[in-house]
């Protein structure tokens, strides 16, 4: 499916792009979170990506979680990228937001800056929210 024909409809019933591993020693604590808001479990794969489902959880604004949402392939100067967004929340006024969580000293790293912005980039060309 293209982007453009992209549409919250398409989220209802999705489960998580990726499967949640852990194994001794990682750096990361994956897990999954019993959300009021989904009725239900949500899946994270560290403990800031925690932090932003409890922040979504307890949000009033936000009336929908979606972890892992999807798999982007976009093509940009002449690379496919590749992408999995963290959460798409759907919030009350009918806006859908994106959230890709990392820490701030990794935020500004500049390959890390341009991994992220051409998802975001193209969630906002869409008419949806965007944050890092």
Request: charged fraction near 25%; glycine fraction near 8%; aromatic fraction near 10%.
């Amino acid at each position: 499916m293209s982007f453009e024909q992209l549409g919250q409809r398409h989220f209802e019933g999705s489960v998580p792009w990726r499967a949640m591993r852990s194994r001794r020693g990682q750096a990361h604590l994956p897990g999954s979170y019993w959300s009021s808001t989904m009725g239900g479990q949500v899946i994270f794969e560290s403990q800031l990506e925690l932090a932003q489902l409890l922040l979504a959880d307890f949000d009033p604004d936000v009336i929908g979680i979606r972890a892992q949402p999807c798999w982007m392939r976009h093509r940009v100067k002449e690379r496919v990228r590749r992408h999995v967004p963290d959460f798409l929340l759907t919030l009350r006024s009918g806006l859908v937001r994106v959230v890709n969580v990392k820490p701030a000293d990794r935020a500004k790293d500049a390959k890390v800056r341009e991994a992220l912005a051409w998802p975001g980039e193209l969630f906002t060309a869409h008419g949806w929210l965007y944050e890092v």
